[in-house]
Nanobody
Framework: QVRLVESGGGSVQPGGSLRLSCLASGNIFSINAMGWYRQAPGKERELVAFITNTGNINYGDSVKGRFTISRGNAKNSVHLQMNSLEPNDTAVYYC???????????????????WGQGTLVTVSS
């Protein structure tokens, strides 16, 4: 079964940095796009950034110039370098993989819209 496990959340002061990582576990054959979304208390979940397996990247407007997304060499991981953090960045950050292909024996299974459990980022003085 495919799982996404996030790490790297925590508390930081305004202007600080954090690096989030997400690793897909399972017998992964391929993953299309991976990305990060966030949800602050009382707000809807919003896109932070995503990156496709061909390297195309899209950022949410509020994080452009401050956050950098990258894929790991094995293509089953994604990282988010967050710099110049602001209190408005406080949220639970969720890793997402839009389409995951996994080998199960001799068969290829496809999973759509896989989410991690979330990791809390708190920016406060």
């Amino acid at each position: 079964q495919v799982r996404l496990v996030e790490s790297g959340g925590g508390s930081v002061q305004p202007g600080g940095s954090l690096r989030l990582s997400c690793l897909a576990s399972g017998n992964i054959f391929s993953i299309n796009a991976m990305g990060w979304y966030r949800q602050a208390p009382g707000k809807e979940r919003e896109l932070v950034a995503f990156i496709t397996n061909t390297g195309n990247i899209n950022y949410g407007d509020s994080v452009k110039g401050r956050f950098t997304i990258s894929r790991g060499n094995a293509k089953n991981s994604v990282h988010l370098q967050m710099n110049s953090l602001e209190p408005n960045d406080t949220a639970v950050y969720y890793c997402n993989a839009d389409e995951v292909a996994e080998m199960r024996g001799s068969e290829l299974s496809t999973y759509l819209g896989v989410w991690g459990q979330g990791t809390l980022v708190t920016v406060s003085s």
